[in-house]
Nanobody, 115 residues
Framework: QVQLVESGGGLVQAGGSLKLSCTTSGSIFRLSAMGWYRQAPGKQRELVAGITSGGSTNYADSVKGRFTISRDNAKNTVYLQMNSLKPEDTAVYYC?????????WGRGTQVTVSS
């Protein structure tokens, strides 16, 4: 069973920065596509950023230029650097691993941006 553990969330003022981490066990990490999603109260979960096993990235329009996704295969960890945070970035952020037909989710980490 693959487990994903997110960390790095918290409370930050608008304009500030946070760096989220998601670490997983097992040997499939380097072969997997990874993604960060978020879900705000009353809203659907949405993709924030994704990174393929080869390192290609994609971002939601709302975070382009502010967030950066990266991965360290030696540490089985994917990161989300979030800069210039806005109150509308407030949400629970989830890590997702996709490998062939398998999809795994972390439990999420809360990010709150105060105005």
């Amino acid at each position: 069973q693959v487990q994903l553990v997110e960390s790095g969330g918290g409370l930050v003022q608008a304009g500030g920065s946070l760096k989220l981490s998601c670490t997983t066990s097992g040997s499939i990490f380097r072969l997997s596509a990874m993604g960060w999603y978020r879900q705000a109260p009353g809203k659907q979960r949405e993709l924030v950023a994704g990174i393929t096993s080869g390192g290609s990235t994609n971002y939601a329009d709302s975070v382009k230029g502010r967030f950066t996704i990266s991965r360290d295969n030696a540490k089985n960890t994917v990161y989300l650097q979030m800069n210039s945070l806005k109150p509308e970035d407030t949400a629970v952020y989830y890590c997702k691993l996709a490998y062939i037909d398998y999809v795994y989710w972390g439990r999420g980490t809360q990010v709150t941006v105060s105005s």
